[in-house]
């Protein structure tokens, strides 16, 4: 049961203070989050995003501090995949010593991020004839184009029709 001191509605005429805004793009520097940064200085999170909205500078700088955010969470990344993690050895419910574990998860993730070629291949070639380019006349291209549109249109309709939930039934 929800009791009226359990659940308020935030405040939507919160003013963006400098202290206010200082705090909150410190705190979503240093966590990445911004939830976390919003209660750090006890502000409903959708009052950040509609400071957001409404002030260019802040928008700029908010985009900065989550960019440091993210900056601190890949060098933790880092360190785990790198450096590891000390993990607690028990034998008989006693510690007994510690085991140092990596993320070869994090690892690869690192790799994707910074290297090329350690990417999924995810592109696609279209080619003609023994692999020669794709030879389509201009009334070959216009029958394509429009039947791919009239499948595109289809689909559309059909999904403004659907019911949410109705093939569940």
Not at 73 to 80: K, M, Q, S
Not at 100 to 117: G, M, Q, V
Request: negative net charge.
């Amino acid at each position: 049961m929800c009791r009226a001191a359990e659940f308020t509605v935030p405040s939507m005429a919160t003013k963006l203070t400098p202290e206010k805004k200082i705090a909150f793009l410190a705190a979503l520097a240093e966590t990445g989050n911004v939830s976390r940064a919003a209660k750090a200085i006890d502000v409903a999170r959708i009052t950040v995003y509609e400071w957001r909205d409404e002030d260019e500078e802040f928008a700029a700088a908010w985009e900065k501090a989550k960019r440091i955010g993210m900056g601190l969470l890949e060098d933790e990344v880092l360190r785990r995949a790198h450096d590891g993690t000390e993990k607690p050895v028990f034998h008989q419910g006693l510690q007994c010593g510690t085991i140092r574990e990596y993320s070869d998860t994090l690892a690869i993730f690192l790799l994707k991020a910074h290297d090329p070629k350690y990417r999924e291949k995810t592109g696609l070639e279209l080619t003609g004839a023994n692999g020669g380019p794709v030879q389509m006349s201009d009334s070959q291209v216009a029958g394509r184009l429009a039947a791919l549109i009239a499948v595109a249109q289809v689909r559309k309709a059909q999904e403004a029709n659907d019911e949410p939930g109705a093939d569940l039934v």
